[in-house]
Structures are given as C-alpha cells and as structure tokens.
C-alpha cells in the first residue's frame, strides 16, 4: 500500500461528513428555529403606516420615506408602534439599493 492510502486512513471524518450513531443511523442536521413572530401592537398604542411615514418625512427624504411606505405596505405591516417603524426604517436605510 501506498502511504497516501495509509494516511487516508488514519484520518478522521472531515466535518462536511455525517457521523454515524451507534444504531448506524445517520444524524440529520439540527432545524433551525422558527424566526419569532412580531406580535400585534395594541390597538391604543399602533400607529398607522401612514402616520409613521408622514412623521419619518419631517426627518428624512421623501424619496427614502416613500420607499419604505411601499416595503412596509408590501409587507402588510399597516399598523405598529412609532418606535417600531423607526426601527424598521432605520434598517431599511442600511440596506443597499
């Protein structure tokens, strides 16, 4: 035998490789948990969409402020906290175009 097959042999299991338990099964990859859902804002606290982006306009560029209104409606996101959406548009102006 060559010392290369040696070798190979000797060596343990890359990590890209499944181990195997000791039935002989293979172990599945854990599923990554579910992303948290965002919970409804009480109704006395929500804020409309629109009166968030009249709001964010007072501040920022209308054209930016126009755009997150459309990812915001796109998203059925119609009514949350002030602090919410500022949130959101702040996150939204860190995205690249």
């Not at 060596?11 to 039935?23: F, Q, Y």
């Not at 948290?36 to 009166?51: G, N, V």
Request: glycine fraction near 4%; charge should be negative; charged fraction near 25%.
């Amino acid at each position: 035998m060559s010392d290369d097959a040696d070798m190979a042999k000797t060596l343990p299991p890359s990590p890209e490789e499944p181990s195997a338990t000791a039935a002989g099964l293979v172990a599945s990859p854990p599923v990554p948990a579910p992303p948290p859902s965002t919970a409804m804002a009480p109704e006395r606290f929500a804020t409309s969409l629109d009166e968030a982006c009249r709001a964010l306009s007072r501040q920022h560029a209308p054209e930016a402020v126009s755009a997150f209104y459309g990812a915001e409606k796109r998203a059925g996101r119609l009514r949350d906290t002030e602090a919410a959406y500022g949130a959101r548009f702040d996150a939204f102006m860190q995205t690249p175009a």
